[in-house]
Nanobody, 123 residues
Framework: VQLQASGGGLVQAGGSLRLSCAAS????????MGWFRQAPGRERQFVTA????????FNADSVKGRFTIARDNAKNTVYLQMNSLKPEDTAVYYC?????????????????WGQGTLVTVSS
């Protein structure tokens, strides 16, 4: 499985961005998909995840009410809509896929990772 994240950029506080993660491989539609982020000098942090059907989502407290994850299994793509962005959301955002169970918020549960896309929120 290969994951390609895109959509990052520079945005002012209060603005919005939509990230995309395109996946190759036949296991996408059966995999949990997640987004993590890593700010400079900090550990990688769970952001949000979605189950294989798209019927359940899981969000970190820091992004609840602002970020929304969605997936289109026909297009092998997962999206992260980010609204009301804050400077503390600045980070490299990574998409990841998991097919063997485990905690959605635990990075070790994920088998494959994209290369990351940088989101910078200016104040």
């Amino acid at each position: 499985v290969q994951l390609q994240a895109s959509g990052g950029g520079l945005v002012q506080a209060g603005g919005s961005l939509r990230l995309s993660c395109a996946a190759s491989g036949r296991t996408f539609s059966s995999s949990v998909m997640g987004w993590f982020r890593q700010a400079p000098g900090r550990e990688r942090q769970f952001v949000t995840a979605i189950n294989w059907r798209g019927s359940s989502t899981f969000n970190a407290d820091s992004v609840k009410g602002r970020f929304t994850i969605a997936r289109d299994n026909a297009k092998n793509t997962v999206y992260l809509q980010m609204n009301s962005l804050k400077p503390e959301d600045t980070a490299v955002y990574y998409c990841a896929s998991a097919s063997r169970g485990g905690s959605y918020s635990d990075a070790s549960s994920y088998d494959y990772w994209g290369q990351g896309t940088l989101v910078t929120v200016s104040s």
